[in-house]
């Protein structure tokens, strides 16, 4: 792959993976400089544009800077499927701005030549919850299209990547072909853990992992910056050995190019690059794969009646046909605690137990509330944007909408719904609605424990 500018700035990364390179950007952007990457096979192609484009509803021109992610796979045709993702930064970031500004366009194009001359092939934006992005663009490619090289280009600026699709399709970690049929794997993004030392955050994580992997999950995909919590998760005897077998993938956040300026204000902004490019590069990953992608956040799970025990039931019995699951939340907090009058991450840290690290979760049985913000799970094929916690669903999908309150009650939220332990990662809020009734209660999901707790007719998780 080569590149061409005029007067721009481009960077080629290839990313993914635990040995993806590290960058670290505070304050004002800096210039960036190329970056070497292992030999081994990587899955997504990363370039980065420098130019300006209409921002706001007034159309300003704004200097910034689009990374795009490109992803390739082959058709049993022989045709070609392309698909990226592309986040945009501002150049300078002044106070009062949000880290992405609003574009009032964003059009990609692949050329190919013919006959002497570049013919352009535009690549469709797929659905849009928030004109911030990241976006999502898809074109399919003629075999004999794709058998050149192709050009990338942004709008009109005068500058491309070169490209060739073959070269790009091989270097897919589950291989070229697009997979459409065969069993589901399911797999769960978190875009970055914040607050607590790593070593507590990790011990949470080893938690949420074993978990989920006894609802029918397969993997993770964990996003972080720098190596604080990296090394605590690889020295953490759980999650370590979750590596080992390959069932946690750590992604760097500095490698995608998400810088962390060092302005206080900058912790408010309505806009969350962290979360929302991890989300959008995990469904790109796992696009033409045959996943389901959950993204949660750490302090919420996943759970459903017993007789619905994993996540490919609730897809086949529950919701059979169903593309997205986007489901509302129950509020739990640490009864044990309020009789102890003890913090919920104290009494996290003190009874985490290496050997059985659910065990610590018997003790959030006491209901405080619902919410009816949604949490999903979806197949990455089926969506565009994934806005923070849901998608994008594209034409012809299908979505299962579960409520969790009480007027809503009739839909299917004894199949499957979320548990959000409040407190564990903030100060706790007192005179919550601790009312447990019959659409309030939680199934114990790990059946291999040695104890089962019940209280006030909650069966805990």
């Not at 993914?16 to 390179?21: F, I, L, N, V, W």
């Not at 049929?181 to 797999?187: D, E, I, M, W």
């Not at 690889?234 to 300026?261: F, H, R």
């Not at 706790?428 to 999901?445: K, Q, S």
């Amino acid at each position: 792959m080569r590149r061409t500018a005029v007067s721009a700035l481009l960077v080629l990364l290839l990313v993914s993976g635990p040995y993806a390179p590290l960058i670290r950007v505070i304050g004002k952007r800096p210039v960036f400089s190329a970056v070497t990457t292992a030999s081994s096979k990587q899955d997504l192609t990363l370039l980065t544009y420098h130019g300006s484009l209409e921002v706001g509803a007034e159309a300003l021109q704004v200097q910034v800077l689009l990374h795009v992610l490109v992803k390739v796979k082959q058709r049993a045709d022989g045709s070609f499927i392309v698909r990226t993702v592309t986040y945009a930064e501002r150049s300078e970031l002044a106070e009062g701005d949000d880290f992405a500004p609003s574009l009032t366009e964003l059009s990609l194009t692949l050329e190919h030549e013919d006959g002497g001359a570049w013919q352009p092939l535009h690549l469709d934006e797929l659905g849009v919850l928030q004109v911030q992005g990241p976006f999502v663009h898809e074109a399919s490619v003629p075999e004999n299209v794709a058998a050149n090289e192709l050009r990338l280009r942004i709008m009109d600026w005068p500058i491309f990547y070169t490209i060739s699709l073959a070269k790009l399709v091989d270097q897919n970690l589950y291989g070229p072909m697009l997979k459409e049929t065969g069993p589901f794997s399911n797999a769960i993004v978190i875009g970055d853990i914040h607050g607590g030392h790593p070593t507590t955050a990790a011990k949470v994580l080893a938690t949420h992992m074993a978990h989920h992997f006894a609802l029918g999950f397969d993997m993770y995909l964990l996003y972080v910056r720098g190596s604080d919590l990296s090394n605590a998760v690889q020295q953490n005897p759980v999650t370590s050995g979750y590596i080992v077998e390959g069932k946690l993938q750590i992604v760097s956040l500095d490698a995608l190019q998400i810088p962390q300026y060092d302005v206080g204000f900058r912790e408010w902004a309505a806009y969350d690059p962290t979360k929302l490019i991890a989300y959008n590069h995990a469904a790109l990953m796992l696009w033409g794969e045959h996943f389901h992608l959950s993204v949660l956040d750490i302090d919420e799970l996943w759970s459903s009646k017993d007789e619905t025990t994993t996540v490919n039931t609730w897809f086949d019995r529950c919701f059979p046909g169903f593309d997205i699951i986007s489901a509302g939340r129950l509020d739990m907090i640490c009864k044990d605690c309020l009789q102890h009058s003890e913090s919920e991450m104290h009494h996290f840290e003190k009874y985490w137990d290496a050997s059985d690290p659910v065990e610590v979760l018997q003790s959030f049985s006491q209901v405080a509330g619902d919410s009816s913000d949604p949490k999903s799970i979806f197949n990455p094929d089926k969506v565009g944007q994934v806005w923070l916690h849901h998608p994008s669903g594209l034409p012809g999908s299908q979505t299962a909408l579960v409520a969790v309150n009480e007027d809503e009650y009739e839909l299917k939220e004894d199949c499957v719904f979320v548990v959000h332990l409040r407190n564990l990662f903030e100060k706790r809020i007192e005179h919550a609605d601790t009312t447990v009734d019959r659409r309030h209660w939680l199934v114990h999901r790990h059946r291999n424990n040695r104890k089962s707790h019940t209280s006030n007719g909650v069966i805990n998780v």
